[in-house]
C-alpha cells in the first residue's frame, strides 16, 4: 500500500490486484487520510453478502462483469461501470464472471 501524493491511475483491464481461481481477494492499494482506495478481484460467482458501509463508497469495475445490488436496485456492470453510494447503503455483489473493481471510500460523516 502506498501512502504517496503521487496519482494513482486504474484503467479498464489492468486491475489494482489479481483476479483469484477461487473466492475474493483484495488489498488497500493507496490511503489519504481518511479517504483509502481497495482493489478487488473476484472469481467467477463469488458474492459478497448484504452489508453496509460507514463511510460514503464509490465502486468502479475495471475488469469482468458484476452485478451490484443496492438500495433496492440490481445492475451489472462492466469495465468502467460505477456504483456511487451513500453512508449505510445497503448493498451487494456478485461477479457474473471472472471480475475486478476498485472500491474508493472517502471520509466517515461526522457525528
Known sequence: MSTDAA???VTPG???V???DNGIHSATVRKWGTVSVVGFGMAEGEEMSE???SRPAVIVV???SIEVSA?????????GGV???APGTVH???????????LVLGPAPAA
Open 18 to 20: 489479481p483476479v483469484p
Open 83 to 85: 456504483c456511487a453510494m
Open 7 to 9: 496519482p494513482l491511475f
Open 62 to 64: 475495471t475488469d469482468g
Open 92 to 102: 451487494a455483489l456478485r461477479a457474473v464472471r471472472p471480475s475486478s473493481m476498485t
Open 51 to 53: 452489508h453496509t458501509s
Open 71 to 79: 438500495a433496492g436496485r440490481t445492475e451489472v456492470l462492466g469495465p
Open 14 to 16: 489492468e486491475p489494482p
